[in-house]
């Protein structure tokens, strides 16, 4: 059974960054799709970015294209998300998900296995 722990939410202020951590547990191999998904009040889940563990392809939603990105580290079992430029819209919980197989999916529903969510507020 694939656990997912998120840290390193906060609080901060436009403009400023934050890394996200993903401690991934019970995985069998390295054939994964990671993705990170946010979710504000009132609104539908959405697609952040995404990579597939074992080639590194990365993929990101529109509003966070040259913002964000995403990397694992395999040794720490680990996917980050590194944001930069934080605006107040990005104010949202993250959540970290995984599936097994390579193929990427921008929306929720294929992914089977989902950390508790962590919580990150932008100020303006």
């Known amino acids: 059974q694939v656990q997912l722990v998120e840290s390193g939410g906060g609080l901060v202020q436009t403009g400023d960054s934050l890394r996200l951590s993903c401690a991934v547990s019970?995985?069998?191999?390295?054939?994964?799709?990671m993705a990170w998904f946010r979710q504000a009040p009132g609104k539908e889940r959405e697609f952040v970015a995404a990579?597939?563990?074992?080639?590194?392809?990365?993929y990101y939603g529109d509003s966070v294209k040259g913002r964000f990105s995403i990397f694992g580290d395999n040794a720490k079992n680990t996917v980050y998300l590194q944001m930069n430029s934080l605006k107040p819209d990005d104010t949202a919980v993250y959540y970290c998900?995984?599936?097994?197989?390579?193929?990427?999916?921008?929306?929720?529903?294929?992914?089977?296995?989902w950390g508790q969510g962590t919580q990150v507020t932008v100020s303006s």
């Open positions: 998900a995984a599936r097994s197989g390579v193929a990427i999916f921008k929306f929720p529903a294929p992914y089977d296995y």
């Open positions: 019970g995985r069998t191999s390295s054939n994964y799709a």
């Open positions: 990579t597939e563990w074992s080639i590194g392809s990365t």
